[in-house]
DNA sequence: ATGTGACTGTGAGTCCGTC
DNA sequence: TGACGGACTCACAGTCACA
């Protein structure tokens, strides 16, 4: 089985289709938010197991709810 | 502001509120998907910051979506 | 503009108790 | 049964040089 690598790729999908959608560079969005960019290249690729602080940034980077960056269903 | 606290709080607080509707003790979840019974209670309480990886184990043994943890309009 | 390797410090996560 | 403490290990947070 999988330990949870799988929604770590699918939450960085998700970060990204967001973002994009956006016409946010993953640099824009890591200033704003005060992260670095690596990171946030990573966490998208799903590299990173990232914990709910980070991702509440994100989120609110975003200006979404913390949900929608787990709404795996579209 | 906030730094994602409030997150963490309110994730505690759904993953308390659907283990208590299954009438399941904390160990027996932590039990069921390997996790620390001191650890389940900290992040229940919200005093904890949990990773993904983590709260999709936790989803699996409440048998629910990950996103469901996240959704606090209820 | 995005991705990778390597690195350090701190906290995620486990295990032992006690109340 | 659940909350809390201490001590511990290893992984995550965060940064930099470079591609």
Same sequence: chains 1, 2.
Avoid: W
């Avoid at 998700?14 to 946030?40: F, N, V, W």
């Amino acid at each position: 089985m999988n330990n949870g690598e799988d929604e770590c790729r699918k939450v960085g999908g998700r970060i990204r289709a967001m973002r994009e959608g956006q016409d946010l560079s993953q640099e824009k969005l890591a200033k704003m938010i005060g992260m670095d960019p690596t990171y946030l290249s990573r966490v998208e690729q799903g590299k990173r197991n990232p914990t709910v602080k980070l991702l509440a940034k994100i989120a609110h980077g975003l200006g979404v709810e913390l949900k929608e960056l787990f709404d795996f269903s579209l």
